[in-house]
């Protein structure tokens, strides 16, 4: 099989090595979430990616960092930094497999997005296969049981606002480049999670500024590579990557934590992976996410 050398350029290596940056980053975390609470730790990870983000910016000059859709990048800050927020906490307090795993069950929200919000049609398909996949984050959850965690719950909350940061960075991607649309997301959560150091504040050691700082890098690196991947291509090229950084977050959480899901949240994976790859693959997802840009 040949594989188009636009989509290995522009996708498939992009979206890998996105997923890669991001396994490290939930690894990177979980170490430091050991001495720092979650909303400390999203502030660190946003200002340390300011500063990396700002050398590649400044010298293009204030026309690139213009933009007619300034409210829409304030949107998607608040909205990445509860995701962010929501998905430190879950490593913190749950294993890296299952809070990586609800962290990517987004598809199942942009599905519920696009039929809810956006009017889009509900087919026999599309349905079965959303009620599949929240099946399995009954699995991941547990509900009703005594291994059901608050921590599980705020997890998944992170795909949600994950897949909302999703449509945005696709709706603005006619006329936002990548840079700028990662330099307004580091400016805007930067002032939002410093707000809450006010109150959460912790006097980080140097270890952990220097376990922040690869976790920044990594982010910033991921988060450039997939906005990268999902502005050239559409999602059903893209999104199956997503779960190269929960196989990835397994595999770390098993040899660092001894962390190995329960069968239930094994069933529960198998189910979310297959019900968000049925989703994308048949095109479930917002139009504004479909669209690809002009060339």
């Not at 636009?6 to 996708?11: A, C, E, V």
């Not at 204030?62 to 927020?85: E, N, Q």
């Not at 949240?265 to 690809?292: D, F, H, R, Y």
Request: proline share 5%; net charge positive; with cysteine.
């Amino acid at each position: 099989m040949q594989i188009d050398r636009r989509y290995l350029i522009h996708g498939l290596l992009p979206a890998f090595f996105s997923a890669c940056c991001f396994a490290v980053m939930a690894v990177c975390i979980k170490i430091a979430s050991s001495e720092l609470p979650a909303v400390q730790l999203v502030f660190l990870r946003s200002i340390i990616g300011l500063i990396i983000i700002l050398p590649f910016v400044l010298p293009r000059g204030i026309d690139f960092v213009k933009t007619p859709v300034l409210h829409l990048h304030m949107l998607r800050g608040f909205i990445s930094l509860c995701a962010m927020t929501c998905f430190f906490y879950a490593i913190s307090h749950v294993g890296l497999s299952e809070s990586t795993l609800l962290n990517a069950s987004s598809p199942l929200f942009v599905g519920l997005l696009a039929f809810s919000i956006l009017k889009e049609k509900v087919t026999k398909h599309s349905a079965v296969a959303l009620v599949v996949g929240f099946i399995g984050v009954c699995f991941i959850l547990k509900p009703g049981t005594i291994l059901f965690t608050f921590a599980a719950l705020i997890g998944l909350c992170s795909g949600f606002f994950i897949a909302c940061a999703k449509i945005l960075v696709r709706y603005m991607a006619n006329t936002e480049p990548v840079l700028r649309t990662v330099f307004y997301f580091s400016i805007f959560s930067t002032i939002y999670s410093s707000i809450l150091m006010i109150w959460f504040w912790q006097t980080p050691t140097m270890f952990d500024v220097s376990i922040m700082v690869l976790a920044a890098i990594c982010a910033t690196g991921g988060q450039t590579l997939l906005t990268y991947s999902f502005t050239h291509n559409e999602a059903v090229t893209v999104a199956p990557f997503t779960y190269v950084t929960v196989m990835m977050a397994t595999l770390f959480g098993w040899i660092g934590w001894h962390e190995l899901p329960d069968v239930g949240s094994s069933v529960g994976a198998i189910l979310i992976i297959g019900s968000c790859l049925s989703l994308t693959i048949q095109g479930k997802l917002p139009n504004p996410w479909k669209q690809k840009p002009p060339e």
